[in-house]
């Protein structure tokens, strides 16, 4: 192991020991793990792929002396899933998703646990302090435990009972703050003073953010597997790809520091050749670091009183964290953002319904983040973009969904009637509702799939697709939809002759039409058009919720 602890305030340089947590020579906390990146960038990529995709594969940039296996739970590795209906409804089709739900308790503060414990464990120490928002306690009682390491966890009240029975399921020591995060991690500070235990110190825990950079590791690895290698030019060899945004939710705001210096760290190696641009996203009601790096101060300008209901980024005063990550953003000419919880709810239950992928609303507030930011053209729709998506232990079904979102059924008494009875009765109770019904018809797949995912992320409805004019105007004839979606351009019988036939026909002549096309429309095509129809979109501007609140207005 051949790394320096570097202190970032007078650049003094010591061994590392976990328990030593400040500068000998100046006192600062703030500290950062530095390793011999020429000697390494000669060895490594060679001896990583030989090891398992985990987060252990890239030890020689970790803390820990010896890779400890008997306290390993399936850290890292987590899947990079291509979002192929997200990107296609935004417009970006290089839109990926980093699954940090896959780890061992569903978050990605899981890499902070595994890293800091096997560190603790390899130092002797056996007993710490943990303030949290709920999952770093939860991902640290599971290594503890497994540990042997004795935990205390201070949560604050806010946190849902279900988390915090979570925590004590584990064995550790759930000490409940009736206060804000804040106050809790003051409390928890010095307990752990009084009785001189180790203390998790956020992003200046170093074993913390050496073990994000790990999340930055395998999306580079698993970005270029997909997208292959940067061509080599101007005598460089080739190099590993990184994506142009990395995106993610932040309270404290330590996982984006990390993951930053995990790309910096492939950039000093040759490996890659540019470090994405870090958007931090946090929701609305506490704010800090969007709210102060919109007024462009240095100095973050806590929230005392947050109101979200998201409570896992319920950090009001991130201090000095703040300032490094400002850095880093403006380095890499990201950015930070903001979103409500409603816009938060919204993303969760789309990306479930378009992506089968079922979040915790700290994760949706990224999503929510992205939509905004290629909304608003800061993200361009060939950017290769990477979200971190963590894990789902809150239960925040009830605030997204409706109250009818299951079918009751009652077996009838058997006495009364014979079991075949019994079950065709208990069958006409799940009879389906009738779901407003839509044609669309449209002669490319993609736009077809597009309009499918977009209604059914939306709502019910029963939706029929045709290919081509003629077998669009059959099918409406015979299925008398509620609503039509028509293409105009289309082979042969285009949507211009779909729509004088549906008018002609007193059938057909009464039902809504939706126009989507791809081009502008000429005065003479408008004029053509005319009253017939009931609203004109534009392609590619779908994720503008208009298109949504025409569905729903024309569909009584
Ligand atoms: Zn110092």
């Not at 290769?384 to 998506?389: A, G, L, S």
């Amino acid at each position: 192991m051949a790394f320096v602890i570097r202190c970032l305030d007078c650049g003094h340089v010591a061994q590392y020991f976990p328990a030593s947590t400040d500068c000998p020579r100046c006192g600062s906390q703030w500290r950062e793990a530095e390793y011999d990146y020429e000697t390494l960038a000669k060895t490594l990529p060679l001896q990583w792929s030989g090891r398992p995709f985990d987060l252990w594969r890239y030890r020689e940039l970790l803390p820990v002396r010896n890779v400890n296996t008997s306290l390993k739970l399936g850290e890292g590795g987590t899947p990079l899933i291509q979002a192929v209906n997200l990107g296609m409804m935004l417009g970006t089709p290089n839109l990926f998703i980093k699954d940090e739900r896959q780890g061992p308790t569903g978050s990605f503060k899981d890499r902070q646990a595994a890293v800091t414990i096997a560190a603790l464990k390899e130092a002797g120490i056996t007993e710490m302090v943990a303030a949290s928002t709920g999952n770093v306690a939860i991902s640290y009682s599971a290594y503890a435990s497994r540990a042997g390491v004795k935990l205390w966890a201070f949560v604050t009240s806010l946190v849902p009972a279900v988390k915090m029975r979570e925590i004590a399921l584990y064995g550790s020591q759930v000490v409940k703050v009736t206060g804000s995060y804040d106050q809790a991690k003051q409390v928890a500070a010095e307990f752990a003073r009084q009785r001189g235990l180790y203390q998790d110190l956020g992003a200046r825990t170093i074993t913390s953010i050496e073990a994000m950079k790990t999340i930055a590791f395998e999306i580079a690895e698993q970005i270029t597997s997909v997208q292959g290698l940067v061509s080599a030019g101007n005598g460089h060899e080739a190099a590993w790809r990184a994506p142009d945004w990395y995106i993610q939710a932040i309270s404290g705001g330590m996982g984006p520091l990390g993951v930053y210096k995990g790309f910096r760290e492939l950039r000093q190696m040759g490996l890659i050749d540019k470090i994405p641009a870090i958007a931090a996203i946090q929701a609305e009601g506490c704010a800090p670091m969007v709210d102060s790096f919109r007024k462009g101060v240095d100095d973050v300008i806590p929230v005392d009183s947050p109101r979200t209901h998201i409570e896992t980024l319920a950090t009001g005063n991130p201090g000095r964290t703040y300032a490094l990550l400002r850095a880093r953003v403006l380095e890499t000419n990201g950015t930070f953002e903001s979103v409500s919880d409603e816009e938060a709810f919204r993303a969760m239950h789309v990306l479930a319904k378009m992506e089968g992928l079922s979040t915790e609303p700290a994760a949706a507030v990224a999503f929510a983040g992205l939509f905004k930011l290629v909304r608003a053209g800061q993200i361009k729709p060939g950017d290769t973009i990477v979200v971190n998506c963590t894990g789902h232990t809150m239960p925040a079904e009830e605030m997204v969904l409706g109250s009818n979102w299951t079918r009751n059924v009652e077996f009838p008494d058997r006495k009364a009637e014979t079991p075949q009875e019994g079950l065709l009765s208990a069958l006409n109770q799940v009879a389906p509702d009738r779901f407003p019904r839509v044609a669309i018809v449209d002669d490319t797949a993609e736009a077809r799939r597009l309009i499918r995912r977009i209604l059914q992320s939306q709502g019910d409805f029963s939706i029929f697709e045709a290919q081509d004019g003629k077998e669009g105007l059959e099918l409406i004839r015979r299925e008398l939809p509620d609503l039509i979606i028509l293409d105009l351009m289309m082979p042969e019988m285009d949507g211009f002759a779909v729509m004088d036939e549906l008018k002609a026909d007193q059938e057909t002549a009464h039902i809504p039409v939706i126009v989507a096309t791809a081009k502008e429309l000429t005065p003479h095509e408008k004029e053509r058009l005319g009253s017939q129809i009931q609203a004109l979109m534009q392609k590619g501007d779908f994720l503008n919720d208009e298109f949504l609140q025409e569905v729903k207005a024309l569909i009584k």
